[in-house]
Structure formats: C-alpha cells, structure tokens
C-alpha cells in the first residue's frame, strides 16, 4: 500500500516513480531461487509505465481517504470555467441573490429531523467547500442525485448574508470527475 501511495518512491535517494516502487516491493517480497542465490541485484526502474493523473488520485484515495497532490477539481477547474461554474471560492464572492452553479466532491449529506425536510450538502473542490440547501421538493425531483453520486453540479440562488453563504439548489445532477472512491459523511 505505501508503494501504491508513493510513499516509497525516494528511499534510498532513488527517485523511482509509484510502479517502480511497487515493482521492488513484489521483488523483495519473492524468495530468491537457486539459480539467483548469491546475486545482489541494485535497485532500478521496473519495466511498468507510470501511473497517470487519474490512477494516482484512485491510488490515493484507496489508500489513504485522500489525496497529497490537487483535488480531483483541480483537473477540470478549466473545463468548469467553461461552462461557468463556479469553484467555492468564487461562490463565496458572489452576492446575495444572484444565480450561479458551483461542482465538487460530496463530503457531507446532512438531513436533520428538525430542519421540516431540508437536505444540507456541502461540496468540496480545490479551493474549499461550498454549502448547499435543497428543499424539500428539488429533494423529490432530483432524489438519486443528491444521495447517490461522488461528485455532482448543482445551479441556484445564492444566499449571502452576513459572510454565511449556502447556495440554494433548483437543479442537481450527477458529475463525473474521478473514479476515486470519496466517502461523504451522511446523516439522514
């Protein structure tokens, strides 16, 4: 796992890339056989390609819960200003009233007793979270989106009041961004 991770990629000054890593871990794992017996074989680059963007994000997130390098946003943060979305930052300047859409990682589904049916989201991306509100019947029109997905896009109303900012959803819908596998902290 810590090869996996890169965690191991520059022990021994040696600056090998993840796959590298794991390559020496299987070899030093394996018995040596008779015919190797005796033979000190150095450290070097394995035969396997480096991991790519994607697969090193899905690396870290199988094995740590996170990620040491950008959020998973970070890589679409220009395909996102393209098609105007906002990134939690930019939420956080826009003013009371005004529409926006804003797209991140789900890590928190929040649906107390005593909030009358309101859902709580908060959206994570590489800037920080934005807050999102979803009333009871965006919750009935976009159900699965709201408690399914990893990442998701959501366009409302933003209210701004008093430095507090909660975007409020009128549409939701399911994002792809990364095949990591995120854990939202859900309570309803």
Do not use: C
């Not at 871990?25 to 015919?35: H, I």
């Not at 740590?64 to 946003?73: D, I, K, N, S, V």
């Not at 408690?147 to 549409?171: K, M, W």
């Amino acid at each position: 796992m810590l090869a996996e991770i890169g965690a191991l990629n520059r022990i021994g000054g040696i600056g090998l890339h993840r796959r590298d890593a794991l390559w020496q871990v299987e070899k030093a794992g394996r018995k040596v056989g008779k015919l190797l017996e005796g033979i000190d074989e150095q450290d070097a680059s394995s035969p396997l390609a480096q991991m790519d963007t994607e697969e090193r994000i899905v690396a870290d997130y199988r094995g740590t819960g996170l990620t040491t390098g950008p959020h998973p946003m970070f890589y679409r943060r220009e395909e996102m200003r393209s098609l105007n979305i906002k990134s939690a930052a930019e939420l956080r300047a826009t003013a009371n009233g005004k529409k926006a859409t804003v797209a991140g990682a789900v890590i928190t589904r929040q649906r107390p007793g005593t909030a009358k049916g309101l859902i709580f989201l908060t959206l994570e991306d590489e800037t920080g979270n934005a807050n999102v509100i979803v009333m009871p019947d965006i919750y009935e029109k976009y159900r699965r989106a709201v408690l399914e997905p990893r990442f998701i896009r959501v366009s409302g109303t933003v209210q701004n009041q008093d430095g507090i900012v909660h975007l409020r959803a009128e549409y939701i819908e399911s994002l792809q961004v990364s095949a990591a596998e995120m854990v939202s902290h859900d309570f309803h």
